[in-house]
Each structure stands twice: as structure tokens, then as C-alpha cells.
T-cell receptor, first 114, second 114 residues
Framework: DSGVTQTPKHLITATGQRVTLRCSPRSGDLSVYWYQQSLDQGLQFLIQYYNGEERAKGNILERFSAQQFPDLHSELNLSSLELGDSALYFC?????????????FGEGSRLTVL | AQSVAQPEDQVNVAEGNPLTVKCTYS??????LFWYVQYPNRGLQFLLKYITGDNLVKGSYGFEAEFNKSQTSFHLKKPSALVSDSALYFCAVRSQTGANNLFFGTGTRLTVIP
């Protein structure tokens, strides 16, 4: 158990809908990262937050947004969903910026768009 | 730009034989390098990392990896494979001076044959 909690574990929805994925980082970790894992594109970095502020942005679509709240949990909002958004979405956390350590990953939220 | 290449989508090895999973990277400046393992329907688990110092790093479950700066490689190795090592393995890199998010390879599926 990494200590990173993601909900829901599975989500099935229809095209055009909006969903919210939630992540609680490990106790004491200030940084949260979101990754998308799809069959054809591997693991893609989406966005990083540190102590409530956006720190780095990767291949995140404009239809997607995220935020980190004062209690350090984070939410990833996916809107106007398309079939191609079906994927496993991972959250990871780490203690601080400028660190040399690893990221700790949650078990992921599997999104299926029908 | 940072990138990771895992040239083999699939590696098969007999139980008890040594295994190697290959990884090459591209990064500005000096790298931090990581190996993660993913079991079915699970999140990524940290195996080992190279930060600085000895080019041979040892990690969890008997795995080790060798950093080769001239070849920009960080191959994962294990002297004697177990059936339970069968999983998806990801190599990841970040620059020591860049953003904290990791760039992942596309993964190599290791199958250990009894």
C-alpha cells in the first residue's frame, strides 16, 4: 500500500459527460501528480500541483482541469468526454519539490467512456 | 526535452535464468533514473533509482540496474528470474535541474516461463 488513495476505482460514463477523479496523497506529501495510462500511449504526464499551486503541465487537454485543495487532496475534472479518454488515471505524490526521491502511486481510476 | 525508450515491448525468460530489461534515456543535464513495476490492476510500485555515485544500484526484490552515462542507458537486471517477476516494467527519468515530474517509457512486459 503506497498510502495514496484514489476514488473511484472504476467509472463508466457516456460521451459528452463530465467526471471528477479524486486523489488523497500520502500523509505529509505536498506534491500531487496526475498521469494518464492508455494502451497506445503508455504513461503520460498530465499536471503537477505543489501545496495548492500548479507547478508543471504536460499533455493535458483543455477539456481537463485539476486543482489541489488546502487539505492537499486533488481532483482531476474531465469534461466533454470522448471515447479516446478511456484510460487508467493515476495520481502520485511526493514530499517536496527539488527532491531526489521517487513518486508514490495510487492504484488508479479506470475510466470507460461508452 | 526528456524522453525514455524501452526498445522491447515484451521480454520472455525462463525461470532461474538472468533477465535484462533495457532502457535508454535523453535528458538535459544529469539524470535521475527510476524503475517501476506494475502488476495487473495495480498502481506502479517503485523498484530502484539512480541519483548519483555508484553506477550499479540495487533495489527491491533482488533487482539491480546499471547506469551507463556514455550509452545513456539504465538497464534493469536480475540474476535469477522468478515466475512472480512477471509484470509490466517502466523506466522513468527526470532532469536534476528540471521539473519534478517523471517521464516514463512505454513499458516492457516481462514474462517468466516456469
Amino acid at each position: 500500500d503506497s498510502g495514496v488513495t484514489q476514488t473511484p476505482k472504476h467509472l463508466i460514463t457516456a460521451t459528452g459527460q463530465r467526471v471528477t477523479l479524486r486523489c488523497s496523497p500520502r500523509s505529509g506529501d505536498l506534491s500531487v501528480y496526475w498521469y494518464q495510462q492508455s494502451l497506445d500511449q503508455g504513461l503520460q504526464f498530465l499536471i503537477q500541483y505543489y501545496n495548492g499551486e500548479e507547478r508543471a503541465k504536460g499533455n493535458i487537454l483543455e477539456r481537463f482541469s485539476a486543482q489541489q485543495f488546502p487539505d492537499l487532496h486533488s481532483e482531476l475534472n474531465l469534461s466533454s468526454l470522448e471515447l479516446g479518454d478511456s484510460a487508467l488515471y493515476f495520481c502520485a505524490s511526493s514530499k517536496r519539490e527539488g527532491h531526489t526521491g521517487e513518486l508514490f502511486f495510487g492504484e488508479g481510476s479506470r475510466l470507460t467512456v461508452l | 526535452a526528456q524522453s525514455v525508450a524501452q526498445p522491447e515491448d515484451q521480454v520472455n525468460v525462463a525461470e532461474g535464468n538472468p533477465l535484462t530489461v533495457k532502457c535508454t534515456y535523453s535528458v538535459s543535464g544529469n539524470p535521475y533514473l527510476f524503475w517501476y513495476v506494475q502488476y495487473p490492476n495495480r498502481g506502479l510500485q517503485f523498484l530502484l533509482k539512480y541519483i548519483t555515485g555508484d553506477n550499479l544500484v540495487k533495489g527491491s526484490y533482488g533487482f539491480e540496474a546499471e547506469f551507463n552515462k556514455s550509452q545513456t542507458s539504465f538497464h534493469l537486471k536480475k540474476p535469477s528470474a522468478l515466475v512472480s517477476d512477471s509484470a509490466l516494467y517502466f523506466c522513468a527519468v527526470r532532469s536534476q535541474t528540471g521539473a519534478n515530474n517523471l517521464f516514463f517509457g512505454t513499458g516492457t512486459r516481462l514474462t517468466v516461463i516456469p
